[in-house]
């Protein structure tokens, strides 16, 4: 016989002749010379070193082990004192009762929402993710959730947990922002047969997820065709003069057109209007003769106006002065005065008849 010890929060499997005997708890115990023994940790998961259907026949073992089935179509979420420890996978498994409280959480994967109590904090774990499908649906848009093809419902914003089962799930998002689609460089004839290009933008937001989405084909091209035919329309029934004049007209026009239309594929129009307007080189180089002579014209017009009211100033200054006599005195006074301020020095012939003409002119005469 020989004696072992078995510390406190330790077990001990007796085998002879690789046969399971007995289960020691702690303590001093007498056994055997020819006895195996195997120590194993209370706090620990038991891993057998035989079959455990054979060790479970022992009532003692029977009694101490927590034996827990995961089926294939589950997972089991196990907690230790109230913490998530692990995920066991299909298969069998065996804990030791008494030293540690144990918690088994099962989860059905033969259905793909996540019906357990678990935390969601759980559910963000490394080491939970691969047994999770995750769909994030952003504050802007709206999730549609599809199960082997078929849509099933709407996702409203947040973040979307279901297990990852054979069923195929996934998800078609939408942004129900406002957005907006380009028609640029469209070739058009007017009504007059002159050709153009013009650059066109609609703004539009998503109002039926399941006409756009579903019902439709590519509700983006489907707008961009169906405002390609609103322009060519519009602009088609009037001549170049006339969409020049009337650009901005435009945006109205194809607001209305597209808004049934619109509706029928889940949109709603918010705003129409055109960028620009392309013309032909050949077009544009006479537009700019037009242009240039329209200009033209009104510089000559403004001209021939000031040069008539210069003329009739002159002619009211002429009359007034012809009226009054002192009015001309003081007239050629101050263009004397603006003679002067030219002239810096003054040389004199001709004796005292040059001096009596410059007495005529700057000093009055009396009546």
Do not use: C
Request: aromatic letters at 10%; glycine letters at 6%.
């Amino acid at each position: 016989m020989k004696r072992i010890l078995i510390n406190d929060g330790k077990v001990a499997l007796v085998f002879r002749n690789g046969n399971f005997k007995q289960l020691l708890t702690a303590g001093k115990h007498w056994i055997g010379f020819y006895a195996e023994v195997f120590f194993y940790d209370l706090s620990k998961r038991f891993s057998p070193i035989i079959d455990l259907n054979i060790l479970l026949q022992n009532a003692d073992l029977a009694a101490a082990l927590e034996v827990v089935e995961v089926a294939d179509n589950e997972l089991v979420f196990r907690y230790e004192n109230g913490n998530f420890k692990e995920v066991l996978k299909p298969g069998r498994y065996a804990f030791w009762k008494g030293m540690i409280e144990h918690k088994f959480v099962y989860a059905d994967l033969s259905k793909k929402e996540i019906t357990e109590d678990i935390d969601l904090r759980i559910l963000q774990q490394s080491n939970v993710s691969p047994y999770l499908r995750i769909f994030v649906v952003e504050n802007y848009e709206k999730g549609m959730l599809y199960t082997n093809g078929k849509f099933e419902r709407d996702l409203e914003t947040g973040i979307h947990y279901f297990w990852k089962t054979p069923t195929v799930i996934s998800l078609k998002k939408a942004d129900m922002r406002k957005l907006q689609t380009e028609v640029l460089g469209q070739e058009i004839l007017t009504k007059d047969k002159a050709a153009l290009r013009a650059n066109f933008v609609v703004q539009y937001r998503i109002v039926d997820m399941q006409k756009a989405v579903i019902e439709t084909n590519d509700y983006v091209k489907q707008l961009y065709v169906l405002t390609q035919m609103a322009v060519r329309e519009y602009m088609s029934a009037y001549t170049l003069d006339e969409v020049l004049e009337r650009k901005e007209a435009v945006g109205g026009f194809v607001k209305k057109a597209l808004s049934e239309q619109a509706s029928d594929i889940g949109l709603e129009i918010v705003a129409a209007g055109i960028k620009d307007i392309i013309l032909p080189g050949d077009i544009k180089e006479i537009m700019n003769q037009v242009l240039v002579a329209q200009k033209q014209a009104q510089a000559n017009t403004i001209t021939r106006r000031e040069e008539t009211a210069s003329t009739r100033s002159l002619l009211n200054t002429a009359k007034l002065m012809e009226e009054n006599e002192m009015l001309f005195r003081l007239k050629e006074m101050e263009y004397t005065e603006k003679i002067a301020d030219k002239i810096n020095g003054i040389s004199l012939s001709g004796g005292g008849q040059v001096l009596d003409q410059l007495r005529d002119i700057f000093v009055p005469q009396k009546g």
